[in-house]
C-alpha cells in the first residue's frame, strides 16, 4: 500500500516508526467497524473507536503518499504505484465478492429499479466503494494522480490551500452532516449523493492528507530533527482536540458520520512528525506492514460472518470477544498468506499486501 522499496537505510529506523503507528492504526480500524465496547458501554465505544480511532485512515493517506513521493516521482513510478494499488484492489474485490454480493448487490438490484441498480453499482466503482474498505484503494489512486499532476504546476504548499478545500466540504458532510438538512439543503445533498458518493468515504477524501503526505516526503530531514517528545505530547493534546470536536459535534445533534473533522488535520500533521523523528526499530518489519494490509480487508468478510452466524444461528457474541476473535482469524489468514507466498504455485499472494 505504500512504495517502499524505495526506502533507505539509513532511515530504517523513522520508517520503523511509520510502520508502528499504521499497524497500531490498523487494530483500530477494525475497532470502528467492529464496535468492541458496545457490549460494556456505548459512549465508551463512541470516544474509542468513534473519536479516537478516527486518526487511522488519515494516517495511511499520509504515509502512503509519504513513500510514494519520498526521492521525488515521475510518470513511471506514478504508473507503477497505479498499477500496483490497481491489483490489490482487484484481487480484494475477487476474495471479498461473495460477502459484496450477499450485504450489497443482491439488495441493490432486487429492491431498486433496474437504471437505479446499474448506476450505483457504477458510482461505486467511479467515486467511493465496490467493496467495503475499497474507497482507500481507489481514493489512493486518485489522489496520486491529482497531486502528481498538480505538482507540475503548483508549489506543495499551494496544493494543500487547494485540497484544504476540498476536505473542508467532507468535515461539513460528516461531523457536521445534520447541519445540511436543518438549514434546508435536504434535497440538494441527497441529489449529490445520487450522483456522487458520501464525500467523506470518496475519492477525494484523501487529497489533503496526500499533500501533507507529499510535504512530509519533501522536508523529511526536517520533521526526523524534531523533538519527538514534543510531537508526542503535541500527537496526545490534538487527539484530545479531535475527541472534544466530536463529543461536541454528537451532543449538538450535528453528527451525520465521524469519518472526518477539523482537528484530524493537526494531529495527522504531529503524529507523522512524531514517527518521523523516532528511533524504532522493529523486528520482522516486512511481515508487520504486510500484516496491516491483510487485516485492513480481511476482517470486513470475517465480521460478516459473525453477523450471519448471530442472526441466522443465534450464535450471540459479545462485541468486544467478537472484536477479539476477527482480529485473531485475520491476523491468522495474514501469517497463512505470508508462509504461504514464498511457495511455487502461491507467489501471486503477494499481491494480497
Not at 464525500?199 to 501533507?212: D, R, V
Not at 459535534?249 to 472526518?260: I, P
Not at 512524531?274 to 480487508?297: D, M, T, Y
Amino acid at each position: 500500500m505504500d512504495n517502499s522499496e524505495s526506502q533507505q537505510k539509513p532511515l530504517r529506523k523513522r520508517i520503523d516508526a511509520i510502520d508502528a503507528c499504521k499497524l497500531i492504526a490498523a487494530l483500530f480500524v477494525v475497532g470502528i467497524h467492529t464496535a468492541p465496547l458496545d457490549s460494556l458501554s456505548e459512549s465508551a465505544n463512541f470516544t474509542l473507536f468513534e473519536c479516537f480511532s478516527r486518526f487511522a485512515v488519515p494516517f495511511y493517506f499520509a504515509s502512503s503518499a509519504f513513500f510514494f513521493f519520498r526521492g521525488g516521482v515521475d510518470e513511471k513510478k506514478l504508473w507503477h504505484y497505479e498499477r500496483r494499488m490497481g491489483i490489490l484492489y482487484g484481487i480484494w474485490f475477487l476474495i471479498a465478492f461473495p460477502v459484496t454480493f450477499a450485504r450489497k448487490y443482491w439488495v441493490l438490484f432486487t429492491q431498486h429499479e433496474l437504471p437505479v441498480a446499474i448506476w450505483r453499482t457504477v458510482r461505486g466503482f467511479l467515486f467511493a466503494s465496490s467493496f467495503r474498505g475499497s474507497w482507500f484503494l481507489s481514493g489512493s489512486m486518485f489522489c496520486a494522480l491529482v497531486i502528481f499532476y498538480l505538482s507540475k504546476k503548483l508549489k506543495t504548499k499551494h496544493i494543500m490551500w487547494i485540497c484544504s478545500a476540498s476536505y473542508v466540504f467532507c468535515v461539513l458532510c460528516s461531523t457536521y452532516g445534520n447541519l445540511i438538512y436543518r438549514i434546508g439543503l435536504g434535497e440538494q445533498y441527497e441529489t449529490l449523493l445520487f450522483y456522487f458518493a458520501h464525500p467523506y468515504t470518496s475519492i477525494i477524501t484523501g487529497l489533503l492528507y496526500f499533500a501533507i503526505g507529499k510535504y512530509f516526503a519533501e522536508h523529511e530531514m526536517e520533521a526526523s530533527a524534531k523533538d519527538p517528545k514534543k510531537y508526542f505530547l503535541l500527537s496526545a493534546i490534538t487527539m484530545a482536540g479531535v475527541m472534544l470536536e466530536y463529543t461536541v459535534a454528537q451532543r449538538m445533534g450535528w453528527v451525520n458520520s465521524t469519518d472526518c473533522c477539523f482537528m484530524l488535520i493537526p494531529n495527522v500533521y504531529c503524529l507523522l512528525t512524531f514517527a518521523l523523528s523516532s528511533s524504532i526499530h522493529l523486528k520482522h518489519v516486512k511481515e508487520i506492514r504486510a500484516s496491516g494490509v491483510i487485516v485492513f480487508f480481511a476482517h470486513f468478510s470475517v465480521l460478516y460472518a459473525f453477523q450471519m452466524m448471530d442472526k441466522y444461528l443465534g450464535l450471540h457474541i459479545d462485541t468486544l470477544t467478537r472484536y477479539l476473535l476477527i482480529l485473531l482469524i485475520s491476523f491468522s489468514f495474514a501469517h497463512f498468506v505470508l508462509r504461504m507466498e514464498d511457495r511455487k504455485h502461491w507467489r501471486w499472494m503477494h499481491y494480497l499486501h
